[in-house]
């Protein structure tokens, strides 16, 4: 996410004098095709200022530049942690940097109404001082229910429990260039503990591209954006609303 007007206007120059624009990567699409080559269930956050960066759905074999994440235990059903993740429209309500998602007009309720492939813009705070910021992100997976075949693949619980089984939504940035300024994507993943408690996993890479780089200097930044929307989510879904 987060390639906002203002680094657009600062990185244009970078990408059209390197050429980049007239040589667009392919960038990868989304992927529902359940190949099971990641265990996302697994996946957990590295120590801080750890170099690692983990794969995401749309970008399983890219090489990431940096990576923000945070994790919380969450007491409530991963459902309900599902369902407030895609309430984009209660967003306002409680996430402090994500403060506002526009959505198209085929989109009357979320979360009953959220696809894979809805384009949504969010508006950001926290970014830059004093500015509200935007981006583009288009939904890229939607598993909500333990159920349901689709990709990613499914933990397997250990026997007679629930527990490790996951649920998960993620949206990827879209630079309007095909991912050729920058391409990350946000993946939520949310264990089940097995006592009615979730672990939620919240995390973006940032693939190598000159977008990336640009944002690399924000990178405390964001991490502490991701934090804080993590601690917001915690409250907001223990409160009860
Ligand atoms: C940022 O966006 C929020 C939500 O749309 C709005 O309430 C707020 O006034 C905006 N802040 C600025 C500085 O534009």
């Known amino acids: 996410m987060l390639l906002l007007a203002f680094t657009w206007a600062i990185t244009a120059p970078i990408w059209f004098t390197h050429g980049v624009q007239s040589h667009p990567t392919a960038a ?8 099971a080559d990641v265990d996302w269930g697994s996946i ?11 794969p995401t759905p749309s970008y399983r074999t890219e090489k ?22 895609l309430d984009f429209q209660a967003y306002s309500a409680w996430n402090s940097f994500v403060r506002y998602v526009a959505l198209p007009a085929d989109v009357v309720k979320t979360p ?3 696809y894979v492939g809805l384009v949504t813009r969010f508006t950001t705070a926290g970014i830059l001082p004093l500015v509200n910021t935007t981006s583009v992100e288009i939904v890229t997976v939607t598993k909500g229910s333990f159920d349901d075949g689709s990709s990613p693949g499914e933990g397997e619980p250990a026997p007679g429990t629930t527990a490790g089984r996951y649920l998960m939504a993620a949206w990827r940035y879209d630079d309007g260039l095909h991912g050729a300024a920058e391409r990350s994507e ?30 690399l200097p924000l990178k405390d930044t964001l991490q502490k954006l991701y934090t804080q ?7 907001y879904i223990e409160k009860g609303v």
């Open 28 to 35: 990868a699409p989304a992927r529902r095709d359940g190949s």
């Open 44 to 54: 957990r956050c590295p120590a801080a200022n750890s170099p690692e960066t983990f």
């Open 64 to 85: 990431g530049l940096f990576l923000v994440c945070t994790e919380q235990v969450i007491n409530a059903t991963p459902q309900d942690v599902y369902h407030a993740l």
């Open 112 to 114: 009953d109404d959220v």
């Open 186 to 215: 946000h993946p939520n993943i949310l264990v089940d503990r097995g006592d009615g408690t979730t672990l939620y996993i919240s995390y973006e890479t940032f693939f190598v591209g000159p977008g990336a780089l640009l944002l």
């Open 229 to 235: 929307q993590g601690l917001d989510l915690k409250a």
